[in-house]
C-alpha cells in the first residue's frame, strides 16, 4: 500500500514542486482515483495506471484498498462534512459520467466502501449547464475557497464521457491545553520571480507548548535529510501534523532532493524523542487544485485521457475515456485547544508532568513540508508544502 498512497503522491508532489508554490495533496483520495480508474480499465491503460501506482498488476489492490477503507471509515461517511473529536473535515470523491454511458454493475459494486459517489450527468446534451452545477458544488464543499471555472470549458464539453473529481478539506483542533497563542512573527519564503531573495514576510503565527514527538537529523543520517521531524498531537489522538523543518543551513529544495516513501518512513519510524518542546509556526492556510490530466500522461499514463484509452471494465463503449481527473484540497491550522473535558484534563497533565524540564525550542520561518497522519490504519491524509502566506 505504501505505492499507490505514499510513492505515487510524492512523485506527483514533486512534479507539482518544480512549478513553485504552495501544494497540497491527499494521497488516499488520490490514490482512490487511480484505483477507480485501474478497476475500470483494460489492457495498456490498466498496465500504465498501475506502474504509476507503483503496484503490481494483479487485480489485488481494489480489494486490498476496499479492506483499508472498511478499517479508516468506520463511521457513517455518506455525508460530506464530518465534525467530530475536534475535527473539521470535508471529503468526497466522484464519478460523474454521461446519461449515454451504462456502467456496468460489477464496475460499481466495490466503489462504495471507497467513498466514491457515482452520479448521471447530461454532459452531451447540457454540457455548460453540467458544467457550472459541478464546478459549483465542488466549491461549495471547499467553502468557496477556489475561485471560478474549476472545471473550464475544455474540460467538459459534448464529448465528455466521464469526469472524476475528489475534495479533501482538514482543520482540527490541537490535543495541547489552552490551545496554541496567536501572534505575528517573521517568515523567509521561497524565492520566485514575485519574491525576491532576502525578503521576509510578515505572517501570524502560532505558539504551543507541550510533550511532542520529534527526531533531529544530520546531513546524510541513514538516508533522511537534513533538519527536524515534529509531531503535533491533534484532539483525536488518531491525527497528528508531521512537520518535515530543514535546517537552518539547508532547504525545503535539498529536502525534496532526497524524497521517497522510505525516506518518510524512515523518518516517521524515528518519531521516539518525547519532550517539552515550544513550537513556533505560520498560521497556515493552504489550498491546491491539482489537474490529474495535465500531470499524469508525462508520469505514464498517457492512453487514459485519449482516443486509445481502455475501459472496457467501465462500460462497453467504444471511446470510452476520462475526459477531467481533479482534486481540491485545503488545509487550516486552527489554534484552539481540546473541547471536551476529558480531553482537556489529559493534555492539562500532560502539561504538568513535563514541567520543570528543559524546553526545546523550534522556530519554524523558512518553507518546510507536512503531512496529516492518520493511525489504524496508517493513511497519509495529506501531503503538502507551505513555501508563503496566502
Not at 515534529?230 to 508531521?242: E, G, I, N
Not at 529536502?255 to 518518510?264: H, N
Not at 481502455?310 to 484552539?336: E, W
Request: hydrophobic share 40%; aromatic share 10%.
Amino acid at each position: 500500500m505504501a505505492g499507490p498512497m505514499l510513492q505515487f503522491p510524492l512523485d506527483l508532489y514533486l512534479r507539482m514542486r518544480k512549478e513553485g508554490g504552495n501544494v497540497l495533496l491527499s494521497p488516499w483520495y488520490l490514490a482512490c482515483m487511480l484505483v477507480v480508474m485501474y478497476h475500470g480499465s483494460g489492457g495498456d491503460t490498466r498496465r500504465q495506471i498501475a506502474r504509476v501506482l507503483c503496484t503490481d498488476d494483479d487485480g489485488e489492490i481494489v480489494s486490498r484498498f476496499d479492506c483499508h477503507a472498511s478499517r479508516m471509515f468506520c463511521r457513517d461517511y455518506r455525508k460530506a462534512r464530518h465534525t467530530h473529536s475536534g475535527l473539521n473535515v470535508t471529503s468526497y470523491n466522484g464519478l460523474y459520467h454521461d446519461a449515454r454511458v451504462s456502467v456496468s454493475p460489477e464496475f460499481k459494486a466495490p466503489l462504495s466502501s471507497l467513498d466514491m459517489h457515482v452520479h448521471i450527468q447530461d454532459f452531451s446534451e447540457s454540457p455548460e449547464q453540467s458544467r457550472v452545477a459541478l464546478d459549483g458544488f465542488l466549491r461549495a464543499l471547499t467553502g468557496f475557497c477556489f475561485n471560478r471555472d474549476v472545471f473550464a470549458g475544455d474540460s467538459v464539453d459534448l464529448d465528455t464521457f466521464v469526469v472524476l473529481a475528489s475534495v479533501f478539506c482538514f482543520g482540527s483542533r490541537w490535543f495541547v491545553a489552552d490551545g496554541a497563542t496567536r501572534s505575528t512573527g517573521e517568515f523567509q519564503p521561497e524565492k520566485d520571480s514575485r519574491r525576491p531573495g532576502g525578503f521576509r514576510e510578515r505572517v501570524q503565527t502560532l505558539s504551543m507548548t507541550g510533550r511532542f514527538q520529534y527526531a533531529q537529523f544530520a546531513e546524510n543520517d541513514g538516508g533522511a535529510f537534513e533538519g527536524i521531524v515534529l509531531d503535533l498531537p491533534y484532539q483525536d489522538p488518531r491525527r497528528s501534523l508531521a512537520m518535515f523543518i530543514p535546517a537552518q543551513t539547508s532547504s525545503l529544495e535539498e529536502l525534496e532532493k532526497q524524497l521517497t516513501a522510505a525516506m518518510i518512513l524512515t523518518c516517521l519510524a524515528r518519531l521516539g524523542r518525547r519532550g517539552l518542546v515550544e513550537v513556533t509556526m505560520p498560521r497556515m492556510k493552504v489550498k491546491c487544485l491539482t489537474d490529474l490530466k495535465h500531470y499524469l500522461p508525462s508520469m505514464g499514463v498517457v492512453d487514459a485521457f485519449s482516443d486509445a484509452a481502455d475501459f472496457v471494465n467501465m462500460a462497453r463503449i467504444v471511446g470510452l475515456r476520462v475526459s477531467a481527473a481533479k482534486q481540491l484540497a485545503v488545509f487550516r491550522t486552527g489554534h484552539k485547544g481540546p473541547k471536551t473535558p476529558e480531553a482537556q484534563a489529559i493534555a492539562k497533565e500532560t502539561a504538568r508532568a513535563a514541567s520543570g524540564t528543559g524546553v526545546f525550542k523550534i522556530t519554524v520561518d523558512r518553507p518546510f513540508m507536512f503531512l496529516v497522519l492518520a493511525r489504524n490504519p496508517d493513511t497519509v491524509l495529506m501531503l503538502g508544502s507551505f513555501t508563503h502566506a496566502l
